[in-house]
């Protein structure tokens, strides 16, 4: 059986953010902490994140914002093959989110590879992190056009939000 592997971005998924109420319905589902949710960097994160794959086996990612960022840099590495899903949950973009945090972030440039395992991403018409246009290219270069996609801020956590990821 597959663990499930909760993948937060900027700033972490603090109490009422819908990762944790996932959390709180599966207690098998575990979060991938990170040593600075402030300032994260690619290689750091992406280290975390591949020692719990590693330690856990056969994994499903669910992930958000720069989380699927996170998750779009498995590509090339060897651990991916122990990843079975993704389901990535409003990526952010690059370039909006350094103008929205500036310095914050040091993520390289945005991953545009075809993801080795099955996606599922979920976005929004109106997200600032991520212009529609970019996200329906992302999504599709990474393998999967975005599926659903709605006129709400998946980053403000709307409150239909979480029983939408529960349907999905």
């Given at each position: 059986m597959a663990t499930t592997l909760i993948i937060p971005g900027l700033f972490g998924?603090?109490?009422?953010?819908?990762?944790?109420?996932?959390?709180?319905?599966?207690?098998?589902?575990?979060?991938?902490e990170q040593d600075d949710w402030d300032?994260?960097?690619?290689?750091?994160?992406?280290?975390?994140?591949e020692h719990e794959i590693f330690r856990h086996g056969t994994v499903d990612l669910v992930a958000h914002s720069l989380g699927c960022l996170l998750v779009?840099?498995?590509?090339?590495?060897?651990?991916?093959?122990?990843?079975?899903?993704?389901?990535?949950?409003?990526?952010?973009?690059?370039?909006?989110t350094d103008r929205l945090h500036p310095g914050a972030?040091?993520?390289?440039?945005?991953?545009?590879?075809?993801l080795p395992f099955?996606?599922?991403?979920?976005?929004?018409?109106?997200?600032?992190?991520?212009?529609?246009d970019r996200l329906r290219h992302f999504s599709t270069r990474w393998g999967e056009p975005p599926r659903r996609s709605w006129p709400c801020?998946?980053?403000?956590?709307?409150?239909?939000?979480?029983?939408?990821?529960?349907?999905?």
């Open positions: 998924s603090g109490s009422g953010h819908w990762q944790r109420h996932w959390l709180n319905d599966n207690p098998q589902a575990v979060l991938v300032r994260p960097r690619l290689d750091l994160w992406r280290d975390r994140l779009a840099n498995l590509v090339r590495r060897p651990l991916a093959r122990q990843v079975r899903s993704a389901l990535l949950v409003a990526p952010c973009d690059l370039g909006p972030i040091d993520f390289g440039s945005m991953p545009d590879l075809p099955s996606s599922l991403v979920v976005g929004s018409l109106n997200d600032p992190y991520m212009p529609f801020r998946a980053h403000q956590h709307c409150q239909w939000f979480w029983p939408l990821v529960a349907w999905l």
